[in-house]
């Protein structure tokens, strides 16, 4: 009697582990489209973000049960439930910035505000602990002896490592697909820039006005029949797209369709803009004109949004170094992005 009710507890225990694990899954993806002002019923399971935070679900709950009908070693570890329970504190916390107004607006690291920095923060130690479960599961099923903890701790690292590096690469081989030019001119083609950092005293970085310089190109070859200039700005500096503004304007051309957009402060904002206030009219196409390595993570946001446009990239040059500093900075925020849409 008394075995058959200590099954039945262990059986009850596995469900709610793997009822738990289920809804952490699906809060993620209501959290995510939350963040990106959409609901789960724009949700598609063929986004690449969608399909990873899928998978290390399925392995977590495929190691429990594996576990379960082995040894019964997770269900009995103080271990497995501690960064479980870990797991849903940061998943609450980084939901719960979102939705909360946060004072870190005005703060600015690596040219992104406070209040994301923080929410992007709180979503990689979610992912984070979740990959240390995930590894003390996997120890229990391989029979690991000595330091499961540890292990699992150094493995998750390892592996947000790997992630990294793996993005990046992608990155170097999408970057390379990309066209400088529009395949067809029209007289509907809006060409975007997106905006980028102001140095100081208002004047615009490289990437801006390269950028710029690339809008100025396709306009006078007819690629593009208006040029629309946006980001807003940090504090003590014009907009971004003020300073793009009176960029085309000291270099004397004559372009008179340019109009701004001064409210966004990110990427995913500036797509959010041109899916609301340019792509309301079919007849529009969209040219969105960026750096190299900046685009691939500019495509990944529309497909999220179910959006098409073009891309062209500028023809910014960079040292080397510049380069791989730019790149690591965008594989990062690629695998923010795919992992929680921020």
């Known amino acids: 009697m008394v075995k058959k009710n200590t099954k039945n507890k262990s059986r009850v225990m596995l469900f709610l582990v793997i009822l738990l694990i289920t809804a952490d899954l699906v809060f993620l993806f209501f959290a995510k489209y939350h963040n990106q002002n959409l609901s789960l019923k724009d949700f598609n399971l063929k986004n690449l973000g969608n399909i990873i935070n899928l998978s290390f679900s399925l392995l977590l709950i495929f190691g429990v049960l594996l576990d379960y009908f082995r040894y019964k070693l997770s269900l009995?570890?103080?271990?497995?439930?501690?960064?479980?329970?870990?797991?849903?504190?940061?998943?609450?916390?980084?939901?719960?910035?979102?939705?909360?107004?946060l004072p870190f607006k005005g703060i600015y690291f690596l040219g992104q505000n406070g209040n994301r920095l923080l929410i992007a923060t709180l979503f990689t130690l979610f992912n984070f602990f979740n990959f240390v479960t995930i590894f003390i599961v996997w120890h229990f099923v391989l029979k690991t002896q000595n330091l499961i903890v540890l292990r699992s701790i150094l493995n998750a690292t390892v592996l947000m490592l790997i992630?990294?590096?793996?993005?990046?690469?992608?990155?170097?081989?999408?970057?390379?697909?990309?066209?400088?030019?529009?395949?067809?001119?029209?007289?509907?083609?809006?060409?975007?820039?997106?905006?980028?950092?102001?140095?100081?005293?208002?004047?615009?970085s490289p990437s801006l006005s390269a950028r710029v310089d690339k809008a100025i190109a396709l306009y006078e070859k007819g690629e593009i029949s208006e040029i629309y200039l946006t980001g807003s700005n940090a504090p003590g500096e014009l907009s971004e797209s003020e300073v793009a503004l009176n960029y085309i304007k000291?270099?004397?051309?004559?372009?008179?369709?340019?109009?701004?957009?001064?409210?966004?402060?990110?990427?995913?904002?500036?797509?959010?803009?041109?899916?609301?206030?340019?792509?309301?009219?079919?007849?529009?196409?969209?040219?969105?004109?960026?750096?190299?390595?900046?685009?691939?993570?500019?495509?990944?946001?529309?497909?999220?949004?179910?959006?098409?446009?073009?891309?062209?990239?500028?023809?910014?040059?960079?040292?080397?170094?510049?380069?791989?500093?730019?790149?690591?900075?965008?594989?990062?925020?690629?695998?923010?992005?795919?992992?929680?849409?921020?």
């Open 163 to 204: 992630i990294l590096v793996t993005v990046f690469f992608y990155i170097l081989k999408k970057e390379t697909g990309y066209k400088d030019y529009v395949k067809k001119s029209g007289f509907n083609n809006i060409g975007v820039v997106l905006g980028a950092a102001v140095w100081s005293n208002n004047k615009p």
């Open 76 to 101: 009995k570890s103080k271990s497995f439930f501690t960064f479980l329970i870990l797991t849903q504190f940061f998943l609450v916390a980084a939901y719960l910035s979102i939705i909360i107004s």
């Open 250 to 342: 000291s270099s004397g051309k004559n372009i008179p369709k340019i109009y701004l957009e001064k409210e966004t402060t990110s990427t995913i904002e500036q797509i959010e803009f041109v899916k609301k206030k340019l792509l309301t009219d079919p007849k529009n196409k969209i040219i969105i004109i960026s750096d190299r390595y900046h685009l691939v993570r500019v495509q990944e946001i529309g497909k999220f949004h179910n959006i098409n446009f073009r891309v062209v990239p500028s023809s910014l040059s960079q040292s080397f170094e510049a380069s791989i500093y730019s790149k690591i900075r965008e594989s990062l925020a690629l695998t923010v992005f795919w992992f929680c849409a921020v």
